[in-house]
Structures are given as structure tokens and as C-alpha cells.
T-cell receptor, first 116, second 109 residues
Framework: GAVVSQHPSRVICKSGTSVKIECRSL??????MFWYRQFPKQSLMLMAT?????????EQGVEKDKFLINHASLTLSTLTVTSAHPEDSSFYIC????????????FGEGSRLTVL | QKEVEQNSGPLSVPEGAIASLNCTYS??????FFWYRQYSGKSPELIMF????GDKEDGRFTAQLNKASQYVSLLIRDSQPSDSATYLC?????????FGAGTRLAVHP
């Protein structure tokens, strides 16, 4: 398999502040990572595809200026939720294809964001 | 029409029974299909993937794929209470995994 690590696992912040979530591939290089968001009792919704060394590709309806994605190295992608509001409270999960690229995604542990 | 559809459940089965989970997808060009299990508050973990029509078995799990009907299913034999979770069907569409809403399975002793 492959190991994807995400940090922090939980974050609580005040409305209007920015929060950064890190996603690392621990035992392989990931040129592409994916960021998903999951609201309670709902499925994973793909937010964006993070590409190493280039701009992220955002899904329709996802504000790129609000959800800043940086993929500066082959093992690290970051998602910054800017000027967070209570409606941004959600479970954010990053993922990557493993080194064998057999098609399955390996997920980080997820980050639960609560905006007060 | 949603790209990947699942019945949200809950699907309740007694311990030891077979649980049958179903999924349909809209993109005829999709070639790879995945079943993930997600416990409450945790991230998904892969159970199985299937690429070819027919059945694929792994222990108590069997995935079934019918591309003509655009249908994927997961059978869990000898269901255990620890199998109680949400099961997510995912389809690779344009090199991205798109997930269904998930089916909540409850296995009662």
C-alpha cells in the first residue's frame, strides 16, 4: 500500500481566520494529490486536484481563492481555507494514488475543521 | 443524474448473513471501480477494486461488475457486527475517483 499522512487531525478556529492543512505522502512521491470535503452523513466531494509544480485544478463550484492549494514538492500538498466561516466546517481529506498507480486512492486520516 | 448512485440505506442484516450493496454509474467509459469502507469520523479504507466484468473474490468480500448494465455490487458473506460502517462505491472518471453517497450497513447480533 501507500501511506498518506494529514495534519492537523482537528482544528477549531474563529470565523475570519485562515487554516492550513498539510498532506504528505510518506513512502512514495505523489505528483498528484486530491482534496475531498465531506459534510456529515454525506459522501466525499472532490474539491480539487493538486498538481506538483503547477496550479491546482478545481471542481465546478469550488472557489479557488477561498481554498488555496499548494503542491510545492513531490511529497507535500497543502490546503489553506482562507477567511473561514462556519459553513466551511467540514471533514477535509487528502488522497493520492499509490506508487504502483493501480488506480486506487490512499487517503490521509482527514482533518476536521470547526469554524466558530 | 448523479455520476455514481447508491442506496443510502440503512441496510440492516443479522450477523452471519450476506450483505449485498449496490452501485450504478453513468459514464460508460469508466474502467475501474472501487469499494471503500468508512467508519464514522474516519477516512475511507479500500476494500476491493475491480476492472473486469464478472466476480472478484477476496476473503468474505466479492465484487461484481457488469459494464453493460453499468452496475457494481459488493457482497459481504458471514457479516459481522464489525462490518457495520458506510460503504462507498467509487468510479474512476477521467483519472479522478468520484464517490457515491454511500450505503450505511448495520449488522446486528
Amino acid at each position: 500500500g501507500a501511506v498518506v499522512s494529514q495534519h492537523p487531525s482537528r482544528v477549531i478556529c474563529k470565523s475570519g481566520t485562515s487554516v492550513k492543512i498539510e498532506c504528505r505522502s510518506l513512502d512514495f512521491q505523489a505528483t498528484t494529490m486530491f482534496w475531498y470535503r465531506q459534510f456529515p452523513k454525506q459522501s466525499l466531494m472532490l474539491m480539487a486536484t493538486s498538481n506538483e509544480g503547477s496550479k491546482a485544478t478545481y471542481e465546478q463550484g469550488v472557489e479557488k481563492d477561498k481554498f488555496l492549494i499548494n503542491h510545492a514538492s513531490l511529497t507535500l500538498s497543502t490546503l489553506t481555507v482562507t477567511s473561514a466561516h462556519p459553513e466551511d466546517s467540514s471533514f477535509y481529506i487528502c488522497s493520492a494514488f499509490g506508487r504502483l498507480n493501480t488506480g486506487e486512492l490512499f487517503f490521509g486520516e482527514g482533518s476536521r475543521l470547526t469554524v466558530l | 443524474q448523479k455520476e455514481v448512485e447508491q442506496n443510502s440505506g440503512p441496510l440492516s442484516v443479522p450477523e452471519g448473513a450476506i450483505a449485498s450493496l449496490n452501485c450504478t454509474y453513468s459514464d460508460r467509459g469508466s474502467q475501474s471501480f472501487f469499494w471503500y469502507r468508512q467508519y464514522s469520523g474516519k477516512s475511507p479504507e479500500l476494500i476491493m477494486f475491480i476492472y473486469s466484468n464478472g466476480d472478484k473474490e477476496d476473503g468474505r468480500f466479492t465484487a461484481q461488475l457488469n459494464k453493460a448494465s453499468q452496475y457494481v455490487s459488493l457482497l459481504i458473506r458471514d457479516s459481522q457486527p464489525s462490518d457495520s460502517a458506510t460503504y462507498l462505491c467509487a468510479v474512476n472518471i477521467n483519472n479522478k475517483l468520484i464517490f457515491g453517497a454511500g450505503t450505511r450497513l448495520a449488522v446486528h447480533p
